[in-house]
Structure formats: structure tokens, C-alpha cells
């Protein structure tokens, strides 16, 4: 049964270190999502979450994932992000479970055989890692926040179905399922001044995500009764 009053939970969390425009911009990014997820609600939105039971899996997941020269392993990030957020309220592979987390932090990530990495995102399990590190210098207050708003829409997009994993995929390096479409924000961008580029071009448009990431969108909705 379909209930379009359904809401669907968005657990973010901003590590401290993160500035406030900064933040400000990642607040932007998961409204520009929301255009395509109305049901889509920030449950959840903490500057630091050491002091729970969640919060020590998290902080344990930071500690483990934590290189010598201070950058953090995506992947197992995105492990601690899905240990510490099961049971949550929308989470977990069950009917009608869209729920979803996102982390930001102002360390870079670090991805075996990636040169650069802004976002990792964990697709089933719905968990997200994004750097702002990369952001933070640009000397063009309005180039930054829209990279971050690209990256965060980009990465939201991956959460909730875009490009559905039966679309054929093609991708400069072979990090997930990226959109072909050049005009579409789940295109895959290897470095920040192609991601600039994309973001200019995307914002220009009235849409951000092509017909057919739209479409996944829909059904990945429709598939766990959301409309
Ligand atoms: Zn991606
Ligand atoms: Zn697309």
C-alpha cells in the first residue's frame, strides 16, 4: 500500500570540524534532492555524536579508518556507518525501508587504486561518505558550494536508485554505476575542476538528473511503497 504522507528518514551527520558555510551548502544539496524524494526528512543532524551507543561505533569506525597522514578509508568508514545506523528507523533492506546516512567530514578520503575521491557511497546498505576538504580552499565562494551541492546531491542519488543496477554503465573509472549522460549529475567526474564543470552545466539546467536516473528514482520509491 502506497502512502504518500510517508516520510523517509535522512540521518546526517557533519563531523565539528566542518564550516558553517560548508554546512549551509550540504543543507542545500539534500534540499535540491528533495525535490525528487518529497517524502525526504533530516531526522537527525549533529555536529557531534561521540556521546551514545551509536555514537561509539561511529567513533571506533573513525578511529579504525583513520590513515597515518590523517585521511580516512572510505570503505571502512562506510562499514562503521552501516554497523553503527542498523536497526534505525528506515534502514535495512526490508519493504518499505528507504532510510539513509550520510557522513561529512573535512578529511579526505582515500580509495585503493583513486587518486581523488569526494563521496563513497554504499548502495544497499544506503550509507555515505563525502569530503568538503577538497571545497574548503576554492577561492570562488559560489564555484564551492557548487561542488558540494553536486557531491551531495550526487551521492543521494546513488542511495535512492540512480542508475538502477540493470542500466548499462559506463564510467572513466570503475567506482560504481555512473550515468553516460553528460547533462546528468550521477555522471561520474575523476577530478574537482571536471566536477566544477559538471556542476555548472547541471545547475543551469532545470533538472539535475537526467530522464532515466529520474525514472530509477521513481521506481526505487515505488518498489518500497512511497510514491
Ligand atoms: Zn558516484
Ligand atoms: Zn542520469
Known amino acids: 500500500m502506497r502512502d504518500p504522507a510517508k516520510k523517509i528518514p535522512l540521518y546526517l551527520f557533519t563531523d565539528s570540524t566542518v564550516p558553517d558555510d560548508l554546512r549551509g551548502w550540504v543543507a542545500e544539496g539534500v534540499r535540491d534532492f ?16 561521540w556521546n551514545d551507543d551509536i555514537g561509539k561505533v561511529f567513533e571506533n569506525g573513525v578511529r579504525r579508518s583513520l590513515t597515518e597522514d590523517g585521511k580516512l578509508l572510505a570503505k571502512e568508514m562506510l562499514t562503521a556507518l552501516d554497523e553503527g ?4 528507523k528506515g534502514m535495512g533492506q526490508g519493504a518499505g525501508a528507504a ?15 583513486m587518486t581523488i575521491c569526494f563521496g563513497l557511497t554504499r548502495v544497499k546498505a544506503r550509507v555515505s ?19 558540494v551541492r553536486r557531491t551531495v546531491v550526487h551521492e543521494l542519488g546513488h542511495m535512492f536508485g540512480a542508475p538502477a543496477p540493470n542500466r548499462v554503465i559506463a564510467a572513466v573509472e570503475d567506482f560504481g554505476k ?3 549522460d553528460p547533462d546528468c549529475v550521477m555522471c561520474q567526474t575523476p577530478n574537482l575542476d571536471r566536477l566544477l564543470e559538471a556542476a555548472q552545466r547541471e ?23 512511497y510514491r
Not at 545506523?85 to 534505525?88: A, E, Q
Open 129 to 147: 561518505v563525502n569530503s568538503m576538504s577538497r571545497f574548503a580552499n576554492m577561492k570562488d565562494m559560489r564555484s564551492a558550494a557548487l561542488c
Open 85 to 88: 545506523s542498523k536497526g534505525w
Open 99 to 113: 532510510g539513509a546516512v550520510i557522513y561529512i567530514t573535512m578529511k579526505d578520503l582515500t580509495v585503493p587504486k
Open 203 to 225: 545547475y543551469r539546467n532545470d533538472e539535475l538528473f537526467c530522464s532515466r536516473c529520474r525514472r530509477d528514482i521513481r521506481r526505487f520509491l515505488r518498489d518500497r511503497g
Open 178 to 180: 555512473h550515468c553516460t
Open 34 to 49: 528533495s525535490r525528487y524524494v518529497p517524502g525526504l526528512t533530516l531526522v537527525r543532524k549533529e555536529t557531534e555524536f
